[in-house]
């Protein structure tokens, strides 16, 4: 059984990452999507928000499975038995964060194994942080982020913005 998993702090989640997500489910028997809590960020919706955001994108896959963590990556794949972890890139600088962030966890984890998915060009620029820009003056965030969560994050983005 091929296990991956999918993490990230999807603040808020994008189509960039319901893509990803969507790739990675149609490789492996089960997909983990964990959404991180990192102590240097400040998010803008909480864990459990992001889960739910999370799950009700996602449902429509049933290998897919969403889960929230507060610990360290490694400990996670170990824990749940994980073959790699699959990560999405959009950029040269993005391949090489990834390359050295696999590296740091391999030293903690010596299974540890990456598989990258190059985005797609259409959702290459579409970036969380780009979405919180966007939607806090008010912007249309609709073709980036999935329509079962446009609501949500706008109102949020907009009341931040104020």
Same mark, same amino acid.
Do not use: W
């Given at each position: 059984? /091929?296990?991956?998993?999918?993490? +990230? ?12 997500? #969507?790739? =990675?489910?149609? /490789? ?11 102590? %240097? ?7 459990? &928000?992001? /889960? ?7 449902? &429509?896959?049933?290998? !897919? ?7 360290? $990556?490694?400990?996670?794949?170990? $824990?749940? +038995?994980?073959?790699?972890? !699959? #990560?999405?890139? #959009? %950029? ?11 590296? =740091? ?22 970036? %969380? %942080?780009?979405?919180?820009?966007? +939607?806090?003056?008010? +912007? ?21 913005? $104020?």
């Amino acid at each position: 059984m /091929v296990t991956l998993l999918f993490p +990230g702090s999807f603040d808020p989640f994008t189509r960039g990452h319901r893509d990803i997500a #969507r790739r =990675a489910s149609r /490789v492996c028997d089960k997909l983990y999507v964990a959404v991180m809590n990192n102590s %240097s960020k400040h998010y803008t919706f909480s864990l459990e &928000e992001r /889960v739910d955001m999370c799950r009700r994108v996602l449902s &429509e896959f049933p290998n !897919v499975e969403v889960i929230g963590s507060d610990g360290l $990556q490694v400990d996670l794949f170990r $824990q749940l +038995g994980c073959n790699a972890v !699959v #990560r999405g890139i #959009r %950029s040269e600088s993005d391949f090489r964060l990834e390359a050295e962030m696999a590296m =740091a966890n391999r030293m903690l984890c010596p299974e540890y194994d990456v598989t990258l998915l190059p985005c797609r060009d259409d959702l290459s620029l579409i970036s %969380s %942080s780009i979405v919180k820009e966007v +939607g806090a003056y008010g +912007g249309d965030i609709s073709r980036m982020v999935p329509a079962e969560i446009t609501d949500e994050v706008n109102a949020r983005l907009r009341k931040a913005g $104020q």
